[in-house]
C-alpha cells in the first residue's frame, strides 16, 4: 500500500474548494448568455467544459472521496480565504497592469483592501468555531 499524498486535514481542504470551484464553474455555465451561437461563446463554453474536466481529473489523480456536500463550516472558511486572497492582491500596485494609476488612489483603496482582507480571514477563523456536521 502507498502512503496517500494528502493527510485527511489536507484532503478535507482541497477537497471543499474543488467543491466550491466546480460549483462556481457550474453556475457560470448556466448562464443563458453563453447560450449564444457563434465565438467566443463557444470558446468559453468548451473552456469551462475543460475546467470542469481538469478538477475532476485531478480528483481522481488524488484518489479523493465521492463529493459530498461541504459543511457550513467549510463552506464560509474557503470562501472567506478565497476572497481575502483575492481582497489583497486589489491595490493600487497592482492595478498598473490595468493603465494609469491615480497618485491618490492607494491612499484611498490600499488600507481599505487591507481592511476588508483582515475581516475576511477574521471571517473564516469564525467559521472554524462552528460545528463540522
Known amino acids: ?3 496517500p499524498l494528502l493527510n485527511p486535514n489536507q484532503q ?6 474543488l467543491r466550491l470551484l466546480r460549483e462556481d464553474l457550474e453556475d457560470v455555465a448556466s448562464w443563458q448568455e453563453l447560450a449564444r451561437p457563434g465565438e467566443p461563446y463557444e470558446s468559453l463554453r468548451a ?6 474536466s481538469a478538477v475532476e481529473e485531478l480528483r481522481r489523480a488524488l484518489a479523493l472521496p465521492p463529493d459530498r456536500p461541504a459543511s ?3 463552506r464560509v472558511m474557503a470562501t472567506a480565504e478565497v476572497w481575502a486572497t483575492s481582497a489583497e492582491d486589489l491595490n493600487a500596485h497592482q492595478l498598473r497592469a490595468y493603465g494609469r494609476v491615480h497618485p491618490g488612489l492607494s ?3 490600499d488600507g481599505r483592501m487591507d481592511g476588508i482582507a483582515r475581516q475576511l480571514r477574521r471571517m473564516a477563523d469564525q467559521a472554524s468555531a462552528l460545528p463540522e456536521e
Not at 478535507?12 to 474548494?17: A, E, I, Y
Open 12 to 17: 478535507r481542504r482541497v477537497v471543499t474548494h
Open 72 to 74: 457550513l463550516r467549510r
Open 107 to 109: 491612499a484611498v483603496l
Open 1 to 3: 500500500m502507498t502512503d
Open 47 to 52: 473552456g469551462l467544459a475543460a475546467l470542469l
